[in-house]
């Protein structure tokens, strides 16, 4: 069993910056990919970011490739997303997620465990 903790959203100005983390609990964090989805109102979940337990493989969707970055520190069991340059299309509630095995795993049916998420706004 896996528990996430997000934190770290807040509202931001177009063209800032912000990092959210999540927090797992669990002895066996750095066998689980780590994924970064989003929701914004009235939309699906949609995949941001993840990275593989594997030699730390990131993957990014085309909306932010280049300028959100995502990182993980097994040793603190916390998974990072540094998102810079925000759009007002980035607005969402963040969402950390973990899977058992390698790859990016954009899918939503892919991931075992869900955070209840952090909202993040970016104003115009």
């Known amino acids: 069993q896996v528990q996430l903790v997000e934190s770290g959203g807040g509202l931001v100005q177009a063209g800032g910056s912000l990092r959210v983390s999540c927090a797992a609990s669990?002895?066996?964090?750095?066998?689980?990919?780590m994924g970064w989805f989003r929701q914004a109102p009235g939309k699906e979940r949609e995949f941001a970011a993840a990275?593989?337990?594997?030699?730390?493989?990131?993957y990014y969707a085309d909306s932010v490739k280049g300028r959100f970055t995502i990182s993980r520190d097994n040793a603190k069991n916390t998974v990072y997303l540094e998102m810079n340059s925000l759009k007002p299309e980035d607005t969402a509630v963040y969402y950390c997620?973990?899977?058992?095995?390698?790859?990016?795993?954009?899918?939503?049916?892919?991931?075992?465990?869900w955070g209840q998420g952090t909202q993040v706004t970016v104003s115009s």
């Open positions: 990275i593989s337990w594997i030699g730390g493989r990131t």
């Open positions: 997620a973990a899977r058992l095995g390698a790859g990016g795993g954009a899918g939503t049916l892919e991931y075992n465990y």
């Open positions: 669990g002895r066996t964090f750095s066998s689980y990919t």
